[in-house]
């Protein structure tokens, strides 16, 4: 027949041994965030097209599934472009359903309003190894708090967490939208060229700060802007990375009250942080999405050389959408990354159950069989994990089967146990 | 903006506290059906286009939220027909894609193979009240298992969950495709005739037994036929819905392994069960999908109409998709009903965390601010719930919010206590 026994193109079929370790994951990330007093949300994995498509999303609008209309709405004849077949699509990110979803609900919601959800997404981007195109996403959002205890609790929150899973030795790498501002109108740069100066700045991991300097000058900036913006880069790595330095040598470019808010963080973050980690001010920290209004951050681990998550403050996102402003700030974790590397690592997960299997001869029923049952039936409310099974005429094979499936012991029931003895 | 606040018609957003329900409510069914051996799976929420459409679907296949062709493969000029645009679409149910994912995987996958999924799935219904076009499905699928093991293990494990979600004097109604079919093949009804004398048949609910008469008659069915039928439920229903009476009466009609096999089930489940509930022979049970092939099941609760979760063998549906048939049982629980059901019972959630809520005079920062987050941590790392918070304005409209949402302790911090004092 007509069945295709592969999965769609770029989305993947998820196996027991690493759906254990996701639902372990999850339920880490659940617990652990909402002792921090994050709820649960949920939102559908189909938004109308209107609000997948309001340039919140950046680059990603361009990479909707989109779902056609149905019945009497479906007008093929007449129909003249795509967006004439379509009132639907799949979400690409957890943020403009979350905004969404709060300006639906703000009157049934506390207060600062703290948000968890974990998801799927999807992008119809380029297959390659490693990435797909329905993946996980687990944000945190606190929605109505004006002050940096929002960046604390949302840091604390996610190293916490990471901790719990295992990881130690990342580092939170964070800086602001308005001193990477600051920096640029310091060394002479215009207001409209920021975006693409910093778009430049971002490469700075991979083509190093000459390479920054170089792309500058070819992107036909002044040559003497470029030495000065890197030339601040350097004095400020020879000052330690130090905020407070930074501060003072910026002047009346940037406002006191930022750098004193974002030493704040960083110091806050680091007098009581409940897992092994750094936090360190980086200030050619960029991320994409120009929504982000202040602080961003970035989780890095050492064995993974990409982002493992991040965020930001968007304090100007919900009143694009419902005319009034509410402060805003989030953190992501890319849950699939974390997955990726738990695996690599040969991450066991604690607190498992015993595993036996009992199998049963093909004859056994009636009285002996509910015997059998109900063995299994009293061994399952003392906590073990019971699989009852018809043994296979090959036993062994079976037996190495479950072996793998990480049963340690077995039992076997016969129709007339003492002719087998 | 272009915003619109609702979600898509016929999908919900899911606040707080029906998400901490649902968050438990899958946490014992992960745990529970763990016991018993089920492994959780997952496939994407995109199936191909094909898969959908394979005539496996019945009535669903009309109601598939379709997903557009993207890039040169969208050809909208030369598209004469739906079909020419989409290549994939929302699954419909969980049965497709677990058979789907078997034929992928079954070298990979123990025999027999207990599928546990637990997702959404998509169907564009005429939306009414709570039924909604993105719900959760629930289901349990045992694989490779052709005796009675793969039914009893099913309810004992579906039931098992149940009771431990708090519900109790359920039933399980059971029937046999095949004892179906002897009944009317002793009543006098071609084979021809079954499927349409059995929708008539499961209609005995709302129209009682002289109505299916009726239609029955009224549909051109011999009178005596109709008769006939009939009067063989009342006589087995004056027989005590006894399996081994039918089956003594049947004769001929009905191979006598069948009847054996049912009475073993309900009596091994009767024998074995962890939960209050009952389990009964129903001979008017019929369930919807063409593919079952042998006993098939239902829940029934009390306080609750319909049917709140079914299932049933399914021996060849496999062989319809790789052409080797590979015996099949499933359970699956109505998964929306049943939090319904809970959420009207005002279910109390055990366990639950200790609630405190930090709240924070606004002028507090520094190593005031330190302090309080290290209280809060230590609070956290001791199994308490703390919200750390700004106070707001009008802190008793704050307080009442949050004691809505479950904050039992409020601890107040100022930025000079003794002042407050």
């Known amino acids: 027949m007509a069945l295709n026994k592969k999965p769609v193109t770029g989305m993947k079929d998820i196996l027991p041994a690493e759906m254990q370790l996701r639902d372990y994951c999850i339920n880490v990330i659940k617990e652990t965030y909402g002792k921090f007093g994050f709820t649960s949300i949920e939102t559908p994995c189909v938004e109308s097209i209107g609000n997948l498509n309001s340039k919140q999303g950046g680059e990603n609008e361009k990479l909707i599934f989109k779902i056609l209309k149905r019945g009497e709405k479906l007008n093929l004849a007449e129909a003249k472009e795509e967006m004439d077949l379509v009132d639907g699509g799949l979400r690409y990110d957890l943020t403009v359903p979350l905004v969404r979803f ?15 959800q974990i998801g799927n997404v999807w992008r119809a981007d380029r297959p390659q190894r490693g990435r797909y195109r329905q993946f996980m996403q687990c944000d945190i959002d606190i929605l109505g708090e004006p002050s940096n205890l929002a960046e604390i609790e949302l840091i604390l929150a ?55 300097k170089a792309e500058l000058v070819e992107s036909g900036f002044a040559a003497e802007a470029a030495d000065k913006y890197m030339s601040l880069f350097d004095e400020l790595t020879a000052n330690g990375n130090s905020v407070a330095w930074l501060a ?27 897992s092994e980690f750094e936090i ?29 998550g991040g965020g930001g403050r968007y304090d100007k996102m919900v009143g694009k959408f419902t005319g009034k402003d509410v402060p805003a700030c989030g953190f992501s974790i890319g849950f699939e990354r974390i997955i990726l590397l738990m695996m690599e690592n040969g991450f066991q997960i604690p607190g498992q159950p015993k595993k036996i299997a009992y199998l049963i001869e093909k004859g056994v029923s009636g009285d002996r069989l509910c015997e059998v049952i109900a063995q299994a039936q009293e061994a399952r409310k003392n906590g073990d994990q019971i699989l009852v099974a018809r043994m296979n005429k090959n036993k062994k094979f079976q037996k190495e089967q479950l072996t793998k499936e990480g049963y340690t012991d077995f039992v076997e029931f016969y129709k007339n146990p003492i002719e087998k003895q």
Not at 164 to 185: T, Y
């Open 248 to 274: 003072e040598k910026l002047g009346d470019f940037l406002e006191p009250e930022v750098s004193q808010n974002l030493s704040e963080i960083i110091d806050s973050v680091r007098a009581t942080k409940a």
């Open 158 to 212: 996610t190293t916490t967490t990471l901790g719990k899973l295992g990881f130690q030795d990342f580092v939170i790498r964070i800086n602001e939208r308005r001193i990477l501002k600051a920096m640029a109108a310091y060394s002479g740069f215009a207001e409209e060229d920021y975006d693409t100066v910093f778009i430049i700045l971002d490469k700075m991991d991979k083509i190093g700060a000459d390479g920054v």
């Open 102 to 116: 709060y300006a639906n609900h703000a009157n049934e919601l506390p207060s600062p309003f703290k948000a968890l």
């Open 280 to 308: 360190t001010f980086d200030p050619t920290l960029v991320r994409g999405m120009s929504y982000y209004t202040g602080t961003i951050f970035e989780i890095a681990i050492p064995q993974f050389g990409g982002s493992c």
